[in-house]
């Protein structure tokens, strides 16, 4: 069954459209990719699908179920996880803390769970009491990362989650988002410019160019330099 | 001994002049630091909760009671007001402005026809104490410590409760507390009821201090935003730390100069620390 189904789904900001009717769909189990170039409303389908932005027209079902008219804080509480843009933590909260309101709002959520990010990133178990605003932007990354998760997320959304991050932490984020997905079996959409981070962990790659979907690849196609010219070089 | 009971007479008075402001400004510093919204009619709250407190101790209430009535009584009314009034605006920082002016122009004319120019008082507790040729209301300095307890209690909410940690992540980034699944509307509705009982309670302890009318509002209203602007957007630190630098300066001010004279230099450090530190107090003690 189709964990998220987008049907012809237009949105934007005020009365500037961005979105052309989208239509895209999600397996339970997937890691499916979204590149484009800037600007190409990337950013604005992640909203989009977490409800930060409502569509002006368009269906959006999750598990099979509408949540078009759902706002974000209800889709969060359905199972929807999400990692925006410029990580978004809570800067003056402490790094526990900020897992901790990943996790208050969630009954699917437990201790167990709570504990287990700080495995998957064992710097945040170090750095628990310091206040998050005070971090590296790799460690900010990990910590979007675990505030979503620890909401036991059946879907996350990760926008850019490899952008102002150093190369060498670039890796253990793109390790420990596979590793995720095989463990907890979590569905993971991301929107990625690094092209080595969407190769090494995609399984199907949708491309986006002015607000449409225009193709979609398996991610070895990335590794050719003409594709990749047409769709993402600017 | 003169010294010593001079040194006396300055803390108390600084004790009394410290809790009225930290009093006053409390429940709009709350609302205000985490919800983003400025209730004019903020004075006009705190005029309910000495209105509602005195009723409760005309009714037969021991004061400390009476003053609990006064806060829920404001917090109910204030839950009111947050249903039908505030949450249309959220994010409307202007709007929620001009409605809550003419909130408070309302609530004083009701209250003006419903209850005539002046209402019964309530008497002042615990007597007066002497200590050499100083003689003080002990309530002034009980005051002080209802200052302190509050803004403890506030502390203990806002750091150690859910709501609290979900109050602070709203407050620092709401769409993505929203997305985390933070019922932000919910929140805010809370804090509005929070910041209006404190604000109720603030006006039952006043409620002895002074003449109950319509209007006294007013008069709390500009001691409430010299406090909260002098504290900038922290809520605890900020605010108690403005109430305790205020009191400090109105303190000898007005024992040199009289009332008026200490209530000028409130306005005159309100407009230089506001030079010196856009931020307020705030702008010292938080560090991103």
Request: glycine share 10%; net charge negative.
């Amino acid at each position: 069954m189709s964990l998220l189904a987008l049907e012809d789904v237009n949105a934007g900001y005020g009365r500037t459209p961005v979105l052309h009717d989208i239509s895209m769909d999600i397996q339970e189990g997937e890691i499916v990719s979204l590149i484009g170039r800037n600007g190409a409303g990337k950013s604005t389908l992640m909203k989009t699908i977490i409800g930060l932005l409502s569509p002006t027209s368009g269906e959006i079902s999750f598990r099979g179920e509408a949540v078009t008219d759902d706002p974000a804080e209800r889709r969060a509480r359905r199972g929807i996880g999400y990692v925006p843009q410029d990580k978004e933590i809570f800067p003056r909260l402490t790094v526990h803390e900020n897992l901790k309101v990943g996790r208050l709002v969630n009954e699917r959520s437990d201790e167990e769970l709570f504990e287990e990010m700080y495995d998957y990133f064992p710097i945040l178990d170090e750095r628990r009491q310091q206040r998050a605003g005070t971090m590296s932007g790799g460690e900010q990354q990990m910590l979007a990362i675990a505030r979503a998760l620890v909401g036991a997320p059946d879907l996350l959304l990760l926008d850019e989650p490899s952008e102002g991050v150093q190369p060498t932490i670039v890796e253990e984020i793109s390790d420990a988002v596979k590793e995720i997905n095989d463990d907890i079996g979590t569905t993971i959409f991301f929107v990625e410019q690094h092209l080595e981070f969407t190769i090494n962990t995609t399984e199907r790659c949708y491309v986006i160019e002015t607000g449409e979907i225009v193709n979609e690849l398996p991610p070895d196609e990335l590794r050719d330099s003409e594709v990749v010219q047409q769709h993402i070089t600017v | 001994m003169a010294v010593v009971e001079e040194l006396f007479r300055f803390l108390v008075l600084m004790l009394s002049f410290f809790g009225t402001l930290a009093l006053a400004g409390i429940g709009l510093a709350i609302i205000f630091g985490i919800m983003g919204i400025i209730n004019f009619a903020h004075g006009e709250f705190i005029m309910i909760g000495a209105y509602s407190t005195s009723m409760a101790y005309q009714f037969g209430l021991p004061l400390i009671a009476a003053i609990g009535v006064g806060g829920l009584a404001t917090g109910v009314f204030g839950l009111v007001v947050e249903r039908l009034l505030i949450r249309h605006m959220y994010d409307r920082l202007i709007d929620t402005l001009v409605a809550t002016w003419g909130l408070s122009l309302i609530l004083t004319q009701v209250v003006r026809i419903q209850f005539g120019g002046s209402f019964a008082g309530v008497p002042v507790p615990f007597g007066t104490f002497q200590y050499g040729g100083f003689s003080a209301s002990m309530y002034k300095i009980v005051l002080g410590f209802a200052a302190i307890a509050l803004f403890a209690l506030a502390y203990v909410i806002l750091m150690y409760t859910d709501y609290g940690l979900q109050a602070r992540a709203a407050m620092q980034n709401k769409d993505m507390a929203r997305s985390l699944g933070v019922q932000t509307d919910r929140v805010y509705m809370l804090t509005f009821f929070f910041g209006s009982v404190l604000s109720g309670v603030a006006g039952g302890l006043f409620a002895p201090l002074t003449v109950l009318t319509p209007s006294m509002g007013s008069d709390y209203i500009v001691k409430a935003f010299v406090t909260v602007i002098v504290g900038g957007a922290n809520v605890i630190v900020g605010t108690s730390g403005a109430a305790l630098s205020l009191g400090f300066i109105q303190t000898p001010a007005s024992q040199i100069f009289g009332t008026l004279g200490g209530r000028v230099a409130l306005l005159v450090t309100t407009i230089l620390i506001i030079r010196i530190l856009p931020e307020g107090i705030s702008g010292v003690v938080t560090r991103d």
